[in-house]
């Protein structure tokens, strides 16, 4: 039995109401492109973004400003997919939005793949200045490996060897990275070189295996880069 409604104006609002489109939220966004230093790598544009349409160009830099994205080093040029890089935005220009370095990281599972039974797990922190007056926080990682006619299960290396390679991380990342550009920077952590330094100079005191520079972080930057 249908039941008829008292009011006739309450159904006419609710067949109005049914007849109402949905509006599409995202066609009041904005699509923009997220751009990496040319200067760092080859590949520039690494992705999009999005934003509500603002009344005016202004407010809408305001509000992309300062947005952090990561990058894996596989998507910018190929190789060593195992390190992720940070970018912060700091300029709307057009519909690209230019950002700066803002740090680098490996990835979970490579960094739980440098811990060895048996062996030794060496770690070292140290605080770099750049020609850009940009300050870092540099994280190196070594790992003890057997060396020839080794006979014993595993590789421990002596306090007193751990104290000197560790010295010799800070050395190399000093000599590397202290008064040179970001980009300059970001070069030689992307082609291998500081590693392969920490393993040279490192294994003159025991062998080693797995260096790698495991985290840079930004601490402070000159305000024109914010």
């Known amino acids: 039995m249908a039941i008829k409604a008292d009011n006739k104006k309450q159904l006419k609002a609710s067949k109005k109401q049914s007849k109402k489109k949905e509006k599409d939220s995202f066609t009041k966004k904005e699509v923009y492109n997220l ?3 040319s200067s760092m790598f080859m590949t520039t ?10 009344s005016t160009a202004a407010i809408t830099e305001r509000k ?9 080093q596989g998507e910018l040029q190929g190789n060593s997919p ?3 890089y940070k970018f912060v935005c700091t300029k709307l220009t057009g519909r690209d939005l230019k950002s700066v370095f803002n740090g680098m990281e490996l990835t979970t599972d490579k960094q739980k793949g440098l811990v060895r039974k048996w062996h030794t797990l060496i770690e070292a922190v140290s605080d770099v200045t750049t020609s850009d007056d940009v300050k870092l926080r540099v994280f190196t990682v070594a790992v003890t490996k057997k060396p020839a006619l080794w ?10 060897q751990v104290k000197e390679i560790r010295k010799a991380m800070f050395d190399v990342v000093k000599e590397e990275m202290e008064g040179q550009s970001v980009v300059e920077i970001v070069r030689k952590i992307s082609e291998d070189k500081i590693d392969k330094r920490i393993e040279e100079m490192g294994s003159l005191i025991f062998p080693l295996q797995n260096c790698y520079v495991s985290k840079v972080k930004v ?8």
């Open 64 to 72: 992309l400003r300062g947005r952090v994205f990561e990058v894996n």
């Open 35 to 37: 751009t990496v230093p």
């Open 219 to 226: 601490l402070k930057r000159p305000k024109d880069e914010e």
């Open 45 to 54: 544009t690494v992705g999009t973004t999005i934003l509500t349409k603002q």
């Open 151 to 160: 006979t014993k299960k595993h590789c421990y290396a002596k306090s007193s």
């Open 82 to 84: 195992f390190r992720k």
